[in-house]
C-alpha cells in the first residue's frame, strides 16, 4: 500500500514525458509537410511551363504544315478585317467631320492627336442672329460646352434657339459690359476668362420670371379681388378693435379697493370718492348698485350690463374670423377654376410642351397661396383679440360678483 503514491507519480511522469515527445514529433511532421508542399508548388508550376511551351511548339508546327488553301483563306480573313476597319475610320470621319487616317487607309494617330486638340480649343465663327433690337446681324460666335457666346462691335451676349429652331436670337447677360470686354480680349488675343453659368440659363430664366406684387395679383385671376377684399375688411376691423380694446380700463385695482367695504357698509361720501375715479363701464355697474338694494333684481341687472358690455366687445371679431374661413376656401376655389382651364387647353393644344402645363398650374395655384396668406395672419388676430376681450370680461365679472354683494349705508344718487 506504501507503494502506490510513488506508482502514480511515476506514471504521471511518464505520461508527460510522452505528451512532449508527441508534440515535438507534430511539430516536426508539420515542418516537413510544409517542405515537401512547396516542393510541389514548385513542380507544379514547371509543368505548366512546360506545357505552355509544349503547346507553343506544336502551334508552329501546326503552322509549318499548312497548305496552300488555309493559307488563303487566312489571308482573305486579314482582308475582310482591313475593309471593316476602314468602314468604321470612314464612319467615324463622316459623323465627326474630321479626317484621321492617311493616304493609304491607315489610321495616323498624330492626325488624330491634331484633330481633337483643334476640337478642345473652340474658335470663333461667323454666325447671323437677331440682336437686342430684333435686326438681324453678324456675330462671332464661339461654342464653349453647351453654350454659346456671340459678340460683334455693339454687344455681346448667350445664343438662345427659337422654339421652331429658326434663326437663333441673342439674349444679353446681366453683366453685359463685363461679358463685352471678356470676349473681346478673348477674340484678340486667344486668352481670356468669361463667365460661365452652371445653370445654362436657367438662373437668367429664373430672375425674369420674378414679378411685383401687382404681377402677382393679375396671374391669380378674378378670384385673386375678393380675396384681397377680404384681406383689407379683417386688417380694417382688426385695427378698429385693437384701439377699442387697448383704451379699456384696469378692473383689478377698482375690485381691489371693492373688496374692503366687502364685510361693512360703504357710505355715499366714500363711494362718490371711489365712483369719480372709474371710468363709463364701471360706472354704469356702480350705479345699478347704488340704485338698488342687495337682491336678485341687482344680480339681474348686474348680468343684463355684463352682456352688454361683452357683446360691445366682441362686436365685429366674427367678421375676422368669417374673412380667415372664406379666404382659404375663395382661394381653393381659384385654383380648381385655373386646373379646370389649365386642362382644357391641354386637351385642345395637347401636353407635349410641360414648361406650358406646369405654367398653368403654378398660376392656377396663386389663389390658394392668397387665400393661405390672408387666413392665417387673421386667424391669428382674431385669436388675440378674443382673448383680450374674454380676460377683460372675467376681470369686470369678478368685479360685477364683488359689487352685488356691497351694501351701502344710505341710497342716494350719484353723478359722476
Known sequence: MAMEPDLKAELIKRIASAQQQLT?????????????????????KTVKKLRNEARNIRRLEDEQLLNVNQLEQRNQQWVNQKSYQAQLIAAFEKT???????????????????????????????????????????????????????????????????????TPILKQFHQQNTLFNDLAHLKSSGFGFIHFDPTLGNADKLAQSQFSFFDYLNKGGTWAIPIISF?????????????????????????????????????????????VKLSTIEQALFNIVQQSEISQKRDDLLLAELSKQKALNEKYIGVITTCATVAPLLGLLGTVSGMIHTFLMMNIFGSGEASVVSGGISQALITTELGLIVAIPALIVSALLTRRVKSFQSSLESLALHLSKLEISQQEQIHG
Open 96 to 166: 465627326t467631320q474630321s479626317h484621321i487616317s492617311n493616304d493609304n487607309g491607315n489610321i495616323d494617330i498624330n492626325r488624330i492627336i491634331s484633330t481633337f486638340n483643334k476640337k478642345l480649343e473652340p474658335t470663333f465663327k461667323q454666325k447671323q442672329l437677331f440682336g437686342s433690337d430684333n435686326t438681324l446681324a453678324t456675330f462671332d460666335v464661339i461654342k464653349i460646352g453647351p453654350i454659346e457666346y456671340a459678340i460683334n462691335n455693339k454687344e455681346a451676349g448667350i445664343v438662345s434657339k427659337t422654339t421652331d429652331n429658326g
Open 24 to 44: 515535438a514529433a507534430q511539430m516536426r511532421i508539420n515542418d516537413e509537410h510544409k517542405k515537401i508542399a512547396n516542393q510541389l508548388q514548385a513542380q507544379l
Open 231 to 275: 384681406a383689407l375688411a379683417a386688417l380694417i376691423i382688426g385695427l378698429f378693435k385693437a384701439i377699442q380694446l387697448s383704451r379699456l380700463p384696469h378692473i383689478n385695482t377698482v375690485t381691489a379697493q371693492v373688496i374692503k367695504y366687502a364685510n361693512k357698509p360703504i357710505s355715499p361720501i366714500e363711494l362718490k370718492a371711489l365712483y
